[in-house]
């Protein structure tokens, strides 16, 4: 496997408090920090750089106001970043940096390459009980008062050519497609091997480049919920959530981030093989989510936002 993931992302933003506040509250770790950057880090150390768009070197923005302007992939060895980097060669703006390497896509983002900085890390995660299969025993589903994101685990575009970008992917670094819209959109992973999709491209019915979200992976459907009502309880507002989307199956819960975009908490994604046979969707309500929250729930009463909390002291409790 050449491509294991993303390795790291950078925003350029210009209020760098909001978004310092955010990723904190999201449950990153603040590993940098100066008057013009902030670097924060996943448990496995995948970093979400934020830096003020005035910063020397940042790479041009693909729309106008905060977004996100890189995206590191990590690769498995030095010799996939060699084989890389001699790929890239001719294509626009290719940039050897010395261990990292990387070009412009045809979206007009910044892609790199780097051999992976993260770190393999053993979770505790109990499994979830169904009638065939009883993974839980003798043991309580978790209870999240907050979430703690184990990566950056996909990136979601608005492009202009989805047929062009699907290409430059698949054809010059080995991704796969899991499912498409047809001519509107791409799921695509990174590996023939691996969860649903680690880059979407969607191409709206006005072709435009821009963000549409970044994805942190969490445990458990328990921690998209801890997550996220502990995220409203600090004040951040739902773009919608929590849901269930019926193309990858994961659960999500999506936040208006200030430093460009959404941000989503998600879990339970399939996890395809080379077997897996990409499927044709037409889009639309259904197809994207199989429930969703509109407006999000109330960290404090669990219910949905700006609905009454219950009067009894057991739910049950008659007036």
């Not at 750089?49 to 990590?74: C, H, S, Y």
């Not at 992973?189 to 019915?205: S, T």
């Amino acid at each position: 496997m050449d491509v294991l993931g993303i390795d790291e992302i950078t925003y350029g933003a210009d209020d760098l408090a909001a978004c310092k506040q955010f990723l904190s509250d999201w449950g990153l770790t603040l590993a940098e920090e100066t008057d013009k950057s902030l670097v924060f880090e996943s448990m496995n150390k995948c970093r979400v750089i934020v830096k003020t768009t005035d910063f020397p070197g940042l790479p041009p923005a693909i729309e106008e106001g905060p977004t996100l302007r890189e995206v590191v992939w990590g690769v498995s060895s030095d010799e996939v970043l060699e084989r890389f980097a001699t790929r890239l060669k001719d294509k626009p703006g290719y940039v050897n940096e010395g261990g990292r390497v990387g070009c412009t896509d045809p979206n007009g983002l910044a892609v790199r390459f780097q051999t992976t900085r993260k770190i393999d890390i053993d979770l505790d995660s109990p499994g979830m009980n169904t009638w065939g299969t009883k993974a839980r025993r003798n043991q309580r589903s978790p209870i999240y008062e907050r979430a703690t994101p184990i990566e950056v685990g996909h990136v979601v575009f608005f492009v202009k050519d989805v047929k062009a970008c699907e290409q430059f992917y698949t054809e010059n670094f080995g991704f796969v497609a899991s499912d498409r819209y047809p001519g509107k959109g791409a799921f695509l992973r990174c590996a023939p091997e691996g969860g649903h999709h680690d880059l979407f491209l969607l191409q709206p019915p006005q072709p435009r480049a821009g963000l549409n979200h970044v994805a942190f992976a969490v445990r458990d459907i328990h921690e998209v919920f801890g997550g996220g009502m502990a995220m409203a309880r600090d004040g951040w507002s739902t773009q919608l959530g929590p849901g269930r989307h019926p193309i990858s199956s994961a659960y999500f819960w999506y936040f208006n981030f200030p430093g460009g975009g959404l941000i989503e908490y998600y879990a339970d994604d399939d996890y395809l093989d080379a077997e897996w046979e990409a499927r044709d969707f037409e889009p639309g309500p259904t197809v994207f989510a199989e429930w969703a929250i509109d407006g999000g729930l109330d960290g404090n009463t669990r219910r949905q936002k700006n609905a009454k909390a219950p009067d009894g002291k057991f739910l049950t409790e008659k007036k």
